[in-house]
Nanobody
Framework: QVQLVESGGGLVQAGGSLRLSCAAS????????MGWFRQAPGKEREFVAT????????YYANSLKGRFTISRDNAKNMVYLLMNSLKSEDTAVYYC?????????????????WGQGTQVTVSS
């Protein structure tokens, strides 16, 4: 059983930064891609960023390119999401997810384990 625990969310002013962390356990972390998704109130969950097993390949939602950076530390079983220049529309619950394969993917169906989420609130 894979467990994912997110941390690092909170309240931040527009223009500020946050770094989310996700601690993984339960299977060989370095064999699988990881992803971040988010869900705003009243909206569907959406893709944010993904990273391949080695960290060599990353993809981002088009609207977030240049502001968000995903990274991973396989030695620590951790994945991170650095969020800069935050906007009010970034307010959401952010979820860490573990992929079913090693390849980075934006497809939600390719993730089989999810964390409980961490709230990010950006005040304008």
């Amino acid at each position: 059983q894979v467990q994912l625990v997110e941390s690092g969310g909170g309240l931040v002013q527009a223009g500020g930064s946050l770094r989310l962390s996700c601690a993984a356990s339960g299977r060989t972390f370095s064999n699988y891609a990881m992803g971040w998704f988010r869900q705003a109130p009243g909206k569907e969950r959406e893709f944010v960023a993904t990273i391949s097993w080695s960290g060599g390949v990353t993809y981002y939602a088009n609207s977030l390119k240049g502001r968000f950076t995903i990274s991973r530390d396989n030695a620590k079983n951790m994945v991170y999401l650095l969020m800069n220049s935050l906007k009010s529309e970034d307010t959401a619950v952010y979820y860490c997810a573990a992929g079913t394969t090693a390849a980075a993917t934006a497809m939600m169906s390719r993730y089989d384990y999810w964390g409980q989420g961490t709230q990010v609130t950006v005040s304008s």
